[in-house]
Every structure is written in structure tokens, then in C-alpha cells.
């Protein structure tokens, strides 16, 4: 039995603040900086993040804004855009002596850095080498970042393979030297397998769900004002792939769901939604089967996930495993999904609670699952959170 | 218990036109043929349906088939405004000689206003009237309207009206999934979303909705043409809607009015006494884009270019000025060459409208798109062989080439074909007339309504 270190001291470093966490990478994040927090970690973060693009509460305190205006996003003489992620990591490692004082003035002791993405991998190992030998360098790896950036460009017709190249080096840099990477689906590990050196440790640490708790009465009266009784849902951020598919997969007509049933959108992801929904002469139709609710708070989501019928994955594209597909699993709802929307989570596909479809039977199967009630058992536990992160909770040390 | 929903007729306050006399005509076949039929209005502001009780039915029928009379009045309007102008020219001559000439341009200008101040004027009576009464008459229609409806288990609840105005299908849908009603609905053409251009307005969204909830709440839909039926299917088909169970059934053709009962009747309006007189090619339709009255407007138009002017009858338009043809009325007003050979009157009545159909050499029907094509089955009836479009629904209406010829409505060279050697071949007309009398047999509406009241 390994013994392991009791106080450990730790630094996050992510391109976004998560405080108030709303799309996936965050959540995972706070869910990932608490547990260990919790758990005997001395653990701090600091994100690197653009000023203006979160609220207040969601900055940690030792968070560091990018420049207030636009030059830091200037990548090989032009602007770079959905690349802030990646330019944020070569804007702070080109800055890396200024950065490398504002860390030493917050940290006296770090045992390990946890890289949340490749893209400050370089920041991180610079940290190393000048002031903190010892320290591991942990890589939080959810998606193969290349294939996403290229998949998120084409969705909005661009390409720069240029871009695509250098974010491929960065990432299999970060691989190749991390001392610890922690996985969320098959895909990266088979990636990660090929290209890491001997000493790099792979770990498997999926997406995870709260239990749910019982509804609470408060929110129940007011959600129960607007929804009605039988309620297809789909929550998300709004960030691409969680809408850029929708219509291939629900259609371009919600023509299919009886009157008395809605389409329920949560999340940021809502104003998307509706914006595909009511793109032509079918509008009038989508708004009398659309309820949107836009942001939503924990308890909420709680409610619609205990009271949906359905929850929908129409996912177009995507790497790692969804967070919310483990939310889906984990409700009291049928799940019906594509294959992107359950990758990873491939196992759970029973046929009588989470369903796989194609873009061809996608709807057929909503409407047949509305006339079915709903019965589920099986409680997941191994997809729990709380199971999850011990895993990571449990790799660190071993590393240490 | 079979429901017939009246609540298309209960809230029209015009002459009945197209679905009004559908639904009327069913009004009339349920007192007459189906005495255990109900009928029922929906109530949209309160979201709830009542129960109509046969004498006020009846009393529905009458002041509907009162206003099809009145119209005739009101058609009589304009001649009474030229008996008006005539007698003041009269006067005005002989009083004040001179300036007769200048107030009577000045009358010109402000026709319309004269014939409307003369009908709002009757309005507003009429409305006055209402209004004192309308104490009195809410008290008797809250009597009438407290047997709220609440449709049972074997109940069949048929509507045929203006329902994308007047229902609440989502309602509908919620009541019939409680108490296991059947619903039978009719579709009379889905061109809103198919061809929204030929609309007016932008009106696709609503029959959009509306036959998608239709799909969803109804049990059976009757669709008046097999085309209508296609359509409909192929569209619930494209948006993921149920398919339903739909059959076709064919509209009545209009009860055509006999020689006998026009023998007293007398043309008021003196430029058709004048026209019938000759011989004309007849159009009965409103005039807008779909109708394609204006490929029958350059069919003359190249016919007289090429000589033709003298052989060709004169061309009578019967039908309310519509939306999206103001370019084509200013031609038709404007154009030198067509000036005394096509004619447009609107407001005929059913008599006039009979002595136009047996008058005429023969119909024309160019329409781009149809839900059926009542005119053609007009013109069949009164015994008149019809170039018709081919577009459609139309050449459902009678197939039988010995008697009718259909034309590609875009086909401009085989208008102008067909209707120089129509008009100038009578002894073809009579034949197919003859086949036409051999063969059409004019459908009544209780054929129709014996298929849906079953």
C-alpha cells in the first residue's frame, strides 16, 4: 500500500476561471479544484482569462487578466479568432519572466502543477526548470485538442492548418513530458498511448454527475408554472459543438411533438437553440413546442432532470466525454443520444434508458419513447463524481 | 353523437363564399338528412364549446342565405349611383347648362364615396340597431350558449370551417386525449406553405402550425382533391408530423339554376345585358396572381397582334379585384389593343352569374395552383365545355378529354392555340357540349356529405 504525502501544494493553471462555473470544462474543473481542496490538497489556481468575458464571481483571486485591449491576441501578425485558448498559452509564455514573478510571489512551495489543456504546458514547465525543480507536472487532458480546434474552425468555414500544426506540436510536447495525465474517454488514452514517454503516467478520470437530490418544493412550484407535464430537455453552454448540429438531429420542424409537449432548452446554449428554430417560415410552429430558460442554477437543473421525459445529446462534434451526458445518465430520464453525445459512455447503452441514434431515427425515437413511462433502477454510482475525482485525488499522490 | 362544428357560419357576417358555403351546405344536409346531428361552436375567448341548438341553426342558415340575397342589393348599389348621376345630369342641365360638365367630373372623382357613404350609411344602421339590442340579445345568446360541451367517449366531432382562424387545436387536442373523441377535420389545399408567393401576405407560418397541430389532433381529414390529399401527406411526410388516416371526398357541384327560374329575372346591370348579346369567353374567378389571368390577357393580346381582333369573341372577368395584380389591372385598363374585347365585373349575383354561363362560347380556367377548381365544375355543370389548367387538382374535377381540355397554365402559345380555334369553331363546341350533357353528372352535396356523416 502506497503512503502518501498529507499536505500537498498545489497550482491549477487554466485559460478560463472557474468559479461560477457554467460550461463544461468549468464545472469539471470546480468540481476537480474543491474535491482535492477537501481532500488534504493545499490547492490553488490561477487563470489566465480575458477580461470582460466572465462575471465577477466566476475570477478567482488570484486569477490574471489578459490585456485589456486586443494586442495579445495577434497570432503571427493577425488576429486569431476561436483560438483564445491556445494564443492566451503562447501570450503568457511569451511573457514568461513577468508571469514567472507574479507566481513566485503568490507560491513559496509547489508540489505539483495541474495543466488544465496543453496550452500552458510550456508556462508550466518554464516553472519548473527556473524555480521549482521538484515539482510534477500534472496534464488535464479532455479532448485532442487538434481535431477539436479543426472541427470548430470548419464549422464556421475556416482553414488554417498553420494554426492547427502549431497546436499540434504544443499538445504532444505536453504528452510526451507530463509526468501524469489524466483522461476522460478511450479516445485520448489510445492517442496519449502512442506518443507519451516511458515515465508518463495515463489516468482514467471521467466526466461525472451529482446524485440527484430530491426536488426541492420552491423550485418545483416555479418551474412547474411554465412546463408542462411531459417536457423533452437539453441544457448546455453556448459554445460550440452543443448547437452547431442541433437541426441534423431534432430537425429543422419540431413537427413531431404533440401539443402538449415541449422541447425544454437550459443554458446558455438556449439562445442558439432558438436562433436555429426560428431561422424560417417554420418559426411560428418551433416557438409553440420551445421552452427556453436560459441560465439555471444547480437546484434547477435538478428539477428539470428529475422531470424530463427526455434528455436529448444531439452533439455535432466533440472530443473527451460530455459532462453532460454523464448529468443525462445519472437523471430519471430516457437519454437519446448520437454517438458523440455518448462517446465514452458507450457501456451504458441499454436500449431501455439511454438510447443510441443516428440522425435517421433520432426523432422516430423521441417520439416513441413519449408514449413509454418512465421506471429506471440503476443508480450509476460509478459515474458519481465523488467516485471519479478520488481517482485523481488518488493518482496525484501516487506521483508525488 | 356526430358533432358538426358551425362555428365558421355562427361568426360570418358576409355573403358565403367557398368554405362558408361548404360548411353551410353541410348545415343544411345535418337538418335535413341527419337529424341526429349536433352542432357546436368553439368559443375561443373562453376556450370552450357549446352547444347550438337546432331553431338557431336554422336561423344561421336563414340570415347566411339572407346575405347571399342582400348581396345582390348591394350590387345593385352602383346602378343606383348611375340612375342618381343621370337624373342630377338632368337637372343640372337645365338649371345650370354650362357647369354641368364640371360638377359632374367632380361626381366621378367621388364615386367610390357616394357608394360607400350609401352602404355604411345602411351599416351603420344596421349597426345602431344591434347595438340598442345588444342588451336583449346577449341575455337570449348566454341562454343558448350555457350547454357547455364536453364530448364523450363515441362522440365524432367534425369541423370543416375557417379553422385555422377560429380554433384552438391545442385545446381540442388536450379534451380529446381526456375523453377519447374522434376528430374529422377537412383540408381544402395547403398553397399557403407550399407556394406562400401566390398568397397574400406571409401567411405560410400560420397553416404551417395549423396543420401540423391539425396532424396531431385529428383522426380522419378529408381532403377535397386527390391532389389536396398528396399534398397534404407529402408535406406531414417532410416535417416529421403523424400521418393520418385522410380520404377524398368531392365538394357538391353548385346547384345550377334553370331556364324556368330565369325567365322573369332581368339583367339590371346594362352593360352585361348589352355584352350577353354577342358572343364572349367567360373567366370566373377573382382576379390575383394564382388565377393566371394574365396569361389569357397576352393570349388576346399576341392573338390580336397577329390579325385575329375581329374573330375573336369578347372576354368577360368575373371576380373582385384581388392582391398582386395591380400591374396587370393598369394593362388591362390601359392597353389600347384589348380595350373593347375584355370586360370586368364583380359582385354578380347567382342569376347573373347563371345567364353569363349558359350565354357564353365556352370558360377558361388558367389557374397556377388549385385545392379543387370549383368554376370548371361550374362551367361543366351549366353544360359549358372548359379550357381549364392542368395544374393540380383541376383535371380531377372531370377527366373525360371528349369533353374538356387542359392546358399547362404556363404554356402561353397553346392558350392562344386553343382559344382562336375554340372561337372560331363552333361546330366543336357543340360537340363537346353534347359530350359534356352525356357525361358529367353533376355531384349534389349530400353525395358528399352521406361519404363524411356515415
Known amino acids: 500500500m502506497a503512503i502518501f504525502k498529507k499536505n500537498i501544494d498545489g497550482l491549477l493553471l487554466s485559460t478560463f476561471p472557474f468559479m461560477l462555473p457554467r460550461h463544461g470544462g468549468q464545472v469539471r474543473l470546480k468540481k476537480t479544484y474543491d474535491y482535492l481542496n477537501k481532500n488534504g490538497h493545499n490547492l490553488k489556481s490561477i487563470a489566465f482569462f480575458e477580461q470582460n468575458a466572465y462575471p465577477r464571481a466566476c475570477i478567482g483571486k488570484f486569477d490574471i487578466p489578459m490585456p485589456l485591449n486586443d494586442s495579445w491576441q495577434i497570432y503571427k501578425g493577425h488576429q486569431q479568432p476561436l483560438a483564445n485558448d491556445f494564443i492566451t498559452g503562447e501570450y503568457v509564455f511569451k511573457n514568461k519572466d513577468y508571469f514567472l514573478k507574479q507566481v513566485q510571489k503568490r507560491f513559496s512551495n509547489i508540489d505539483y502543477i495541474y495543466v488544465e489543456h496543453p496550452w500552458l504546458y510550456k508556462f508550466a514547465n518554464f516553472i519548473k526548470e527556473e524555480k521549482f525543480h521538484s515539482l510534477k507536472i500534472i496534464l488535464g487532458y479532455p479532448n485532442i485538442e487538434y481535431k477539436l480546434k479543426r472541427e470548430i474552425l470548419k464549422s464556421f468555414s475556416i482553414q488554417q492548418e498553420d494554426l492547427i500544426d502549431d497546436i499540434k506540436k504544443i499538445e504532444i510536447h505536453a504528452i510526451k513530458n507530463s509526468d501524469l495525465i489524466f483522461l476522460v474517454s478511450k479516445t485520448e488514452m489510445s492517442f496519449c498511448q502512442v506518443i507519451k514517454s516511458p515515465n508518463t503516467k495515463l489516468a482514467y478520470s471521467k466526466n461525472g454527475f451529482d446524485p440527484l437530490s430530491d426536488v426541492e418544493n420552491k423550485s418545483y412550484q416555479k418551474l412547474k408554472k411554465i412546463l408542462p407535464k411531459k417536457f423533452i430537455f437539453y441544457f448546455g453552454s453556448g459554445h460550440p459543438p452543443n448547437f452547431t448540429h442541433i437541426n441534423e438531429y431534432l430537425g429543422d420542424i419540431l413537427a413531431y411533438l404533440p401539443p402538449d409537449v415541449k422541447l425544454v432548452i437550459a443554458g446558455g446554449v438556449s439562445q442558439h437553440v432558438y436562433s436555429a428554430f426560428t431561422k424560417d417560415e417554420n418559426f411560428m410552429f418551433n416557438q409553440s413546442r420551445l421552452i427556453l430558460l436560459d441560465e439555471i442554477s444547480d437546484c434547477d437543473l435538478n428539477t428539470l432532470l428529475n422531470l424530463a421525459h427526455i434528455i436529448v445529446l444531439p452533439i455535432g462534434y466533440g472530443g473527451g466525454s460530455a459532462l453532460k451526458t454523464a448529468q443525462a445518465i445519472g437523471s430519471k430520464c430516457f437519454v437519446v443520444s448520437n454517438n458523440i453525445g455518448l462517446r465514452d459512455f458507450e457501456e451504458y447503452i441499454d436500449n431501455r434508458k439511454i438510447y443510441l441514434c443516428k440522425k435517421n431515427n433520432f426523432k422516430e425515437t423521441i417520439v416513441k419513447l413519449l408514449e413509454k413511462r418512465k421506471s429506471f433502477k440503476k443508480n450509476y454510482s460509478e459515474l458519481t463524481w465523488e467516485f471519479q475525482l478520488k481517482i485523481i485525488d488518488h493518482e496525484i499522490r501516487g506521483i508525488l | ?454
Open chain 2, 1 to 454: 353523437m356526430n358533432w358538426l362544428d358551425i362555428t365558421t357560419s355562427y361568426n360570418w357576417s358576409r355573403p358565403p363564399v367557398g368554405i362558408v358555403r361548404v360548411e353551410l351546405e353541410a348545415i343544411n344536409y345535418s337538418l335535413n338528412h341527419r337529424k341526429n346531428t349536433k352542432f357546436c361552436i368553439f368559443n375561443k375567448k373562453l376556450n370552450k364549446f357549446y352547444e347550438i341548438k337546432k331553431d338557431e341553426v336554422r336561423m344561421i342558415v336563414d340570415s347566411l342565405s339572407h346575405m347571399q340575397t342582400q348581396s345582390i342589393i348591394h350590387n345593385n348599389t352602383s346602378r343606383k349611383y348611375h340612375k342618381f348621376v343621370f337624373f342630377l345630369r338632368l337637372f343640372l342641365f337645365y338649371i345650370l347648362r354650362d357647369k354641368e360638365k364640371k360638377i359632374e367630373v367632380r361626381l366621378k372623382k367621388y364615386k367610390p364615396l357616394i357608394i360607400n357613404i350609401y352602404i355604411n350609411s345602411k351599416r351603420f344602421l344596421k349597426s345602431l340597431v344591434s347595438f340598442v339590442k345588444l342588451p336583449f340579445n346577449c341575455l337570449s345568446k348566454k341562454k343558448n350558449l350555457n350547454t357547455e360541451i364536453f364530448f364523450k367517449k363515441n362522440d365524432t366531432y367534425i369541423s370543416m370551417g375557417l379553422d385555422w382562424d377560429n380554433k384552438d387545436l391545442k385545446y381540442l387536442y388536450d379534451i380529446k386525449k381526456k375523453n377519447k373523441f374522434n376528430v374529422k377535420f377537412f383540408c381544402y389545399d395547403i398553397i399557403p406553405i407550399l407556394y406562400p408567393h401566390l398568397c397574400s401576405g406571409n401567411v405560410s407560418p400560420i397553416f404551417i402550425d395549423y396543420y401540423i397541430n391539425l396532424a396531431h389532433v385529428s383522426d380522419h381529414v378529408y381532403c377535397i382533391s386527390a391532389n389536396t390529399r398528396k399534398d397534404l401527406v407529402k408535406f406531414w411526410r417532410s416535417s416529421n408530423a403523424p400521418i393520418k388516416s385522410t380520404s377524398i371526398v368531392r365538394l357538391g357541384d353548385t346547384e345550377i339554376i334553370h331556364d324556368s327560374a330565369l325567365t322573369n329575372f332581368q339583367l339590371q346591370n346594362l352593360n352585361i345585358n348589352h355584352l350577353i348579346n354577342f358572343d364572349f369567353i367567360l373567366l370566373v374567378s377573382t382576379i390575383e396572381r394564382r388565377k393566371n389571368h394574365e396569361i389569357i390577357y397576352r393570349a388576346y393580346v399576341r392573338l390580336i397582334d397577329k390579325g385575329y381582333k375581329d374573330v375573336l369573341p369578347n372576354l368577360i372577368f368575373i371576380g373582385m379585384h384581388g392582391w398582386g395584380v395591380n400591374d396587370l389591372m393598369d394593362d388591362l385598363k390601359y392597353d389600347p389593343r384589348i380595350r373593347d374585347k375584355i370586360y370586368i365585373f364583380n359582385n354578380i349575383s347567382d342569376y347573373e352569374l347563371a345567364i353569363l354561363y349558359k350565354k357564353c362560347l365556352f370558360t377558361v380556367y388558367p389557374s397556377l395552383y388549385e385545392g379543387w377548381g370549383l368554376p370548371v365544375a361550374e362551367s361543366l355543370s351549366y353544360g359549358k365545355f372548359c379550357l381549364a389548367s392542368s395544374s393540380s387538382s383541376v383535371p380531377e374535377i372531370f377527366s373525360n378529354k371528349e369533353c374538356i381540355d387542359f392546358i399547362d397554365p404556363w404554356d402561353l402559345y397553346s392558350w392562344e392555340k386553343a382559344i382562336l380555334f375554340f372561337s372560331t369553331n363552333k361546330k366543336e363546341l357543340y360537340k363537346k357540349e353534347k359530350m359534356i350533357k352525356k357525361h358529367f353528372k353533376i355531384t349534389s352535396w349530400k353525395t358528399t356529405f352521406e361519404k363524411v356523416f356515415k
